[in-house]
């Protein structure tokens, strides 16, 4: 699964991707955490990847093909967004009973049939009574997404027919997701630079960092995230848990594993000291000539 760079926290990235990624994501699933954006921006991403037109389950959503492009764009056939449409801007049951019968109609375009039911913990009653008999046997092309706050806030039948995933507060607010965003960007500078075992392209990129410990030690941070992605597809593992699968699998066809172990022991050995060193340039230039 391509998490697009998003700042998703680790664990609920593992977890879904773990899923999506062997083909096993259950029917119906709870996303439940974070904040509504968070979670409605992640509900588009997965949706995306289900009707994704690319062969390998890592790099769905490609956003190249068709389906992505249309996907991005809001406009595929084959994605509904089920919001509420009353005053009050809740999933009602009129609403659920047009999903039910829409969902027995096989998609149009892709190969799946995705419903991001928003907001789903202000449904009421009758609407989650009403949702239970889809939920119960839905057609097999079809995938359910419940963007809700709390699990806690859905009847019992309803949560024991759906898998819910935590996503973490992480990025609750937007200036800390947007330095996680950075920090991807930046984590994957360094690990290329570190893949091309180059002393002056490694220079450069830390070179970045002079006057920003804070950024630093976010990409270091996930620097040694995509480290140990590159060690693991060495010893023939798959999925990558670092959303930077492209940089890991540089690092694994340029680096043998005791290189990357080493680098690994570099970049969390400068993570430990980062805060007592006063002079930022000579942290830098110490990473950078172990790293070599
Ligand atoms: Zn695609």
Not at 95 to 108: L, M
Not at 120 to 131: D, G, L, R, S, V
Not at 181 to 203: F, P, Q
């Amino acid at each position: 699964m391509n998490f697009e760079n998003k700042g998703y926290d680790s664990k609920f990235k593992e977890l879904i991707s773990s899923a999506f990624d062997s083909g096993r994501l259950p029917h119906a699933i709870i996303l439940e955490g974070a904040n509504e954006t968070t979670r409605m921006t992640f509900a588009k991403t997965l949706a995306k990847a289900l009707v994704c037109k690319e062969s390998t389950n890592e790099v769905k959503p490609c956003g190249k093909c068709a389906d992505c492009l249309k996907a991005e764009s809001m406009s595929h056939v084959d994605i509904k967004f089920v919001e509420g449409t009353n005053k009050s801007k809740t999933v009602s049951v009129e609403d659920i009973r047009r999903v039910r019968s829409d969902a027995y109609v096989v998609p149009n375009e892709a190969e799946r049939k995705v419903y991001i039911i928003t907001g789903a913990h202000k449904m009421n009653e009758t609407a989650m009574n009403a949702f239970l008999k889809v939920l119960e046997e839905p057609p097999s092309y079809v995938n359910f997404i419940l963007e809700c706050e709390d699990k806690a806030m859905l009847l019992q039948t309803v949560k024991s027919r759906c898998v819910a995933f935590r996503m973490g507060d992480l990025t609750d607010d937007s200036v800390t997701a947007k330095k996680l965003e950075k920090s991807y960007e930046n984590a994957k500078l360094i690990a290329d630079a570190i893949s091309l075992d180059s002393e002056i392209e490694l220079m450069k990129v830390l070179g970045l960092f002079e006057k920003d410990k804070e950024a630093l030690k976010l990409a270091l941070e996930e620097v040694i995230l995509i480290l140990r992605d590159g060690l693991s597809l060495k010893s023939g593992a798959e999925k990558c848990l670092s959303g930077n699968g492209e940089t890991a699998r540089k690092i694994s066809s340029n680096m043998t594993s005791e290189k990357i172990m080493r680098a690994m022991d570099v970049v969390s050995e400068a993570l430990s000291g980062i805060q007592y060193f006063a002079n930022q340039n000579l942290l830098l230039a110490r990473l950078s000539s172990r790293l070599k």
